[in-house]
């Protein structure tokens, strides 16, 4: 069984590796509020169990091993997600934290049967693909990067984002939700800003918090 502080690694290992983002230790690092020598350190451990490699230029993967466990426990911790916002009916902007809890709990056997419960969902209540059920859709981008004045349809609520209990609840109040219509009313890069229309009227985005949110564009009728 993997200590916890690997399975951190391996989780944060796939949400970055998914989401395209760079995987050396300084990134890592970043992303897991640790000095770069503890992170060397705890890779260095994870290489000798199979679990990750390095590649030419240093960056970060993970082998199969370290794919298929760290896509058990993401998975989990989704199903965890969901088990506390479709059947406990807690707000999603409190699951990720409170789903830690839960998802050591679930074993194969209660997995199988959660997945069936909840109707064999394929994103967890933020909209992030769970591994083995969802994919990432092709045509998402960061939703720093749309244009002023189109539509857009919020995709997703990265695991970055998650890990920011304020950002997600600035997020619910507005009801900024995956599958939300938004339309960019103006940007303010002097503020770093980006204003939007959505559901609950209008709401007021830092640059940085838009960058760790997916979107894409209606289909056309």
């Given at each position: 069984m993997s200590s916890p502080v690997v399975e951190e690694y391996l989780q944060t290992l796939h949400f970055m590796l998914r989401d395209g983002q760079q995987t050396i230790s300084a990134r890592l690092a970043e992303r897991l509020h640790v000095?770069?020598?503890?992170?060397?350190?705890?890779?260095?451990?994870?290489?000798r169990d199979g679990l990750v490699t390095y590649g030419a230029h240093k960056e970060v993967g993970l082998t199969e091993l370290g794919q298929k466990t760290a896509e058990d426990l993401v998975r989990r911790h989704a199903l965890a997600e969901r088990l506390l916002t479709d059947f406990l009916k807690m707000p999603w902007d409190e699951a990720h934290e409170e789903s830690h809890g839960f998802e050591h709990a679930i074993t194969p056997k209660v997995e199988e049967r959660l997945l069936a419960a909840l109707g064999h969902p394929s994103t967890c209540p933020h909209g992030n693909p769970i591994p083995g059920i969802g994919t990432v859709a092709p045509d998402e981008f960061p939703l720093d990067h749309a244009i002023v004045g189109e539509e857009i349809?919020?995709?997703?609520?990265t695991e970055e984002a998650e890990l920011d209990s304020r950002l997600m609840h600035h997020l619910q109040s507005h009801g900024l939700a995956p599958g939300a219509r938004l339309r960019i009313a103006r940007s303010e890069p002097f503020n770093r800003l980006l204003v939007l229309e959505g559901p609950e009227g209008e709401a007021v985005l830092g640059i940085e918090a838009a960058s760790k949110l997916r979107a894409r564009r209606p289909t056309p009728t």
């Open positions: 000095t770069p020598p503890t992170v060397t350190a705890t890779l260095r451990r994870m290489e349809i919020l995709e997703r609520i």
